[in-house]
């Protein structure tokens, strides 16, 4: 298992697609997106509790469709104060097609009253490769961090504005792109996906 030669990736988020390309600069693949490949790129539901089962359901569906090895990740947030949630539902936590700033205002409604101590959190992802012929590989990165009471910094999207990771006092919407895929869920995912390939390939 090593890498392919083309991978699709399986999401028709501009924010999330631009992430990945960023983080995964130096893989060595030719990357096919919704942006640049005209499909037919299968409209997939997220219809799972679990973060690698729904990104399996996408990178499959989407490997099915193109007939090339495609990329997939699920991520969401857990707050502690609310036993986990929102979880893998975290972007439809205020209802189906849900914006950004709705899930976010969901979010601080929940969790008014809450003390700053009561308010540590994680952001988690799980990063899958699927090949068309059926083999699959999987990592997890996790963020550890704390959520404020109102939203600071314009970068990033979903909950970053709301989101101080440990050790900063910037939320990931105040770091450089560069400074948030260091320390990411999203970024320890795809490395930690990398490696595997690294390691298993030959």
């Known amino acids: 298992m090593t890498f392919p030669e083309r991978l699709a990736i399986a999401s028709a ?23 640049t490949h005209p499909g037919p790129w ?6 799972h509790e679990d973060y690698l089962a729904n990104a399996l359901e996408k990178g499959r569906a989407v490997a099915a469709a193109l ?3 495609a990329l997939a ?16 539902r975290s972007a439809r936590y205020a209802g189906p097609g849900a914006s950004d700033a709705e899930n976010r205002r969901r979010l601080l409604s929940a969790l008014k009253g809450i003390p700053g101590s009561g308010r540590t959190a994680r952001f988690r992802c799980v990063a899958a490769l699927v090949w068309p012929d059926g083999r699959e590989v999987h990592a997890e990165g996790v963020c550890e961090g ?7 910094g314009s970068g990033g999207f979903g909950y970053d504005p709301l989101f101080v990771p440990e050790g900063w006092e910037r939320t990931m919407a105040e770091l450089a792109p560069a400074e948030k895929h260091r320390i990411s869920h999203r970024g320890r995912a795809l490395r930690a ?9 030959g």
């Open 67 to 69: 007939g090339v090895p």
């Open 42 to 47: 299968p409209e997939v539901d997220e219809p």
């Open 193 to 201: 996906l990398r490696e595997l390939l690294v390691h298993r390939g």
């Open 13 to 35: 988020n501009r924010h999330k697609l631009r992430e990945i390309l960023e983080i995964c600069a130096d893989w060595p693949v030719e990357w096919i997106t919704v942006e």
């Open 146 to 152: 704390v959520l404020l009471r109102a939203e600071r």
């Open 73 to 88: 990740d699920d991520s969401g947030i857990e707050v502690d104060a609310l036993g986990g949630a929102p979880g893998p």
